[in-house]
């Protein structure tokens, strides 16, 4: 069973910047594929990074430009490093394991338990 846990999440100001960490209690696969989704205000769970831990990322466009997805290696570690956030990025933030390189929520079977990010303007 992988655990997943998420940290980093806080309240910043708009155009401010976060940085998410995804502790994975296992050592991943070349192949695993690790997301970020987050749940926001009035919406569903919805996509917004992926990678395979020894690939290229994928973004959703809302957040294109401004978020990177990057891992380490040593630590098993996964990143989301969130620049200029707007106040529509507020939102729980959930980091995700699976095998499919997919934006498909429904494809990723363990999940961290969230942290909350916050944007004020």
């Known amino acids: 069973q992988v655990q997943l846990v998420e940290s980093g999440g806080g309240s910043v100001q708009v155009g401010g910047s976060l940085r998410l960490s995804c502790a994975a209690s296992q050592r991943p696969f070349s192949r695993t594929v690790y997301g970020w989704f987050r749940q926001t205000p009035g919406k569903g769970r919805e996509f917004v990074a992926l990678?395979?831990?020894?690939?290229?990322?994928f973004y959703a466009d809302a957040v294109k430009g401004r978020f990177t997805i990057s891992r380490d290696n040593p630590e098993n570690r996964l990143y989301l490093q969130m620049n200029s956030l707007k106040v529509e990025d507020t939102g729980v933030y959930y980091c995700a394991q699976g095998a499919e390189y997919t934006s498909n929520q429904e494809s990723y079977e363990y999940w961290g338990q969230g942290t909350q990010v916050t944007v004020g303007s």
């Open positions: 990678m395979r831990w020894r690939g290229s990322p």
